[in-house]
Nanobody, 125 residues
Framework: QVQLVETGGGLVQAGGSLRLSCAASGSSFSSRAMGWFRQAPGKEREFVSAITRSGGTTYYADSVKGRFTISRDNAKNTLYLQMNSLKPEDTAVYYC??????????????????WGQGTQVTVSS
């Protein structure tokens, strides 16, 4: 089992930056692939970014590539998402997700077994 708590959301103007954090409980963080997803009102949850267990490989949705950076600190059991050049269309609830132990990294919702409660990101124009 793992519990995930996201922080760092808020209201920012277009062009601004935010850094999301996801603190994971338990001792198996480094054994899990991790991802970020987002869900805007009336839309399905969509993939944003993912990172392998070691942090050596990262994946991004085309819509955020070049603007967002995912990283992890396995010593601190924490996942990050640095978001730069934010756009109004980035407005959504952002969720942190963890795979099962030794699970493969994925870009779809079913690849992840554990989810945080979400943090709201609002980008004003």
């Amino acid at each position: 089992q793992v519990q995930l708590v996201e922080t760092g959301g808020g209201l920012v103007q277009a062009g601004g930056s935010l850094r999301l954090s996801c603190a994971a409980s338990g001792s198996s963080f480094s054994s899990r692939a991790m991802g970020w997803f987002r869900q805007a009102p009336g839309k399905e949850r969509e993939f944003v970014s993912a990172i392998t267990r070691s942090g050596g490989t990262t994946y991004y949705a085309d819509s955020v590539k070049g603007r967002f950076t995912i990283s992890r600190d396995n010593a601190k059991n924490t996942l990050y998402l640095q978001m730069n050049s934010l756009k109004p269309e980035d407005t959504a609830v952002y969720y942190c997700a963890a795979s099962r132990v030794l699970g493969a990294v994925g870009t779809v919702v079913p690849a992840y077994n554990y989810w945080g409660q979400g943090t709201q990101v609002t980008v004003s124009s």
